[in-house]
């Protein structure tokens, strides 16, 4: 695999839906359609990191696996532009996953099977969530959970792949800090003394992401990056 390609591991890949996706709601698969084309025109490597359109996004699931079965059960983002956190324009939503929650994820995130008996289905939420993200980038801590659930789901529901980029969280700390041993949300938000409101809940957990881009945002533009692709060519050479 190339360097580029390595680099690019957040995935821009090709979309394709079927239309005979079944028990499919017909204005939600459109929806999903239409985020190809309204990806085409990706400038976000050369947009200026003040300026950066972002959404962070956090899942809570079944477990780590969904190629056997787990599922999504929790969505929660926050927008963010440059290094400011756009607190009113935050989503959150649960997610009906059609199974029972074991126990250990009832305790770990405090949502129980009865409390999603009424919530959207992963078509509805999905299509709930893109028609929030619309065009940004997205930004998760540790990202290919969230990005194995995306595909995942959206792959089970129409037959669609994710064409979002998906950058992670790391990209920023390892600017800092090459030898970052812990990299855990609690660890470093410990280490900014940043406090997490409920742990394990989506919302609250990618609110605390942003809260940690922003402050690594802001020291990548103080040594000089001006957009993504810097840092990607930075990374790059350190490879």
């Not at 599922?71 to 649960?94: C, D, N, P």
Request: aromatic share 8%; glycine share 4%.
């Amino acid at each position: 695999m190339s360097l580029w390609n390595r680099l690019f591991s957040d995935l821009r890949l090709p979309y394709s839906l079927s239309s005979s996706v079944t028990g499919s709601d017909p204005g939600q698969l459109a929806f999903l359609r239409a985020m190809k084309k309204d990806l085409q025109q990706d400038r976000v490597l050369e947009s200026p990191l003040e300026s950066l359109e972002v959404v962070v996004v956090d899942l809570e699931t079944t477990g780590f696996f969904p190629q056997k079965g787990d599922e999504i059960i929790s969505i929660g983002a926050v927008a963010m532009r440059g290094t400011t956190i756009l607190e009113a324009e935050r989503f959150e939503t649960l997610v009906n996953p059609q199974r029972t929650v074991p126990p250990e994820i009832e305790a770990l995130t405090g949502i129980r099977t009865e409390d999603l008996r009424d919530a959207p289905a992963l078509l509805a939420a999905l299509s709930r969530f893109f028609s929030f993200v619309a065009g940004r980038t997205l930004v998760a801590h540790h990202s290919r959970h969230e990005r194995d659930f995306l595909q995942a789901g959206l792959w089970k529901t129409s037959r669609s792949k994710l064409t979002h980029r998906l950058l992670d969280t790391t990209l920023l700390f390892r600017l800092e800090d090459r030898t970052l041993e812990n990299a855990s949300l609690e660890a470093l938000c410990e280490r900014h003394n940043l406090p997490i409101e409920k742990r394990h809940d989506a919302y609250h957990d990618a609110l605390a992401a942003a809260k940690l881009w922003s402050i690594y945002l802001e020291r990548a533009m103080a040594k000089g990056f001006r957009d993504l692709l810097m840092i990607y060519e930075y990374i790059g050479r350190r490879l």
